[in-house]
């Protein structure tokens, strides 16, 4: 993989909402969560948009529940880890106590796009144990348009 994390690029109309071509600068790119927390959840809370915002409180939990004000970000733990963020002991894996309803960084975690254009981005990656196992499904176009497409014209084009 490219040492700047760039995966695709992307050609994308809004208007029609439809991916018009793709791009890829990886190829057999695999994904897969492991639901070990370890970057996504423990390095703090991602800062929220107003849609995150009205998200959550549609959930039920108010604003001084979850909202860093000062930072504009989820609360955290003294430990830096996202205040939703709970270990399951008997199951051996953490989840989000607020997974329906989490912001929009930590649906897309370990993806984000780059905008480099009004109709184009670049699909890039963070660290993630996740990214390259075998068992992870192929991030092809079939992945971005299922899983990251919603996404990208929600928090882009609205």
């Known amino acids: 993989m490219e040492s700047d994390g760039n995966i695709a690029k ?3 109309e809004p208007k029609e909402s439809k991916v018009k071509n ?10 897969k969560c492991k639901r070990c927390a370890t970057f996504c959840c423990k390095l703090g809370g991602p800062k929220l948009s107003l849609k995150d915002v009205e998200g959550l409180k549609k959930a039920g939990y108010c604003e001084a529940e979850f909202l860093d004000v000062a930072h504009g ?7 830096g880890s996202c205040a939703f963020l709970k270990l399951d002991k008997m199951k051996g894996f953490y989840t989000c106590t607020v997974y329906r309803h989490r912001p929009l960084l930590c649906r897309l975690y370990p ?5 480099t254009s009004k109709s ?5 990656i963070m660290p993630c144990r ?9 991030v092809d176009e079939k992945f971005i348009i299922t ?6 014209h929600n928090s882009i084009f609205s």
């Open 22 to 31: 793709i791009k890829f600068y990886v190829k057999n790119l695999r994904f």
């Open 73 to 79: 970000c989820l609360k955290n733990e003294a430990s």
């Open 147 to 152: 899983n990251l497409l919603g996404a990208l």
């Open 130 to 138: 996740g990214i390259g196992r075998s068992c992870g499904e192929l």
């Open 120 to 124: 184009s981005f670049t699909l890039k």
């Open 10 to 12: 992307i050609i994308f």
């Open 111 to 115: 993806f984000y796009f780059e905008k």
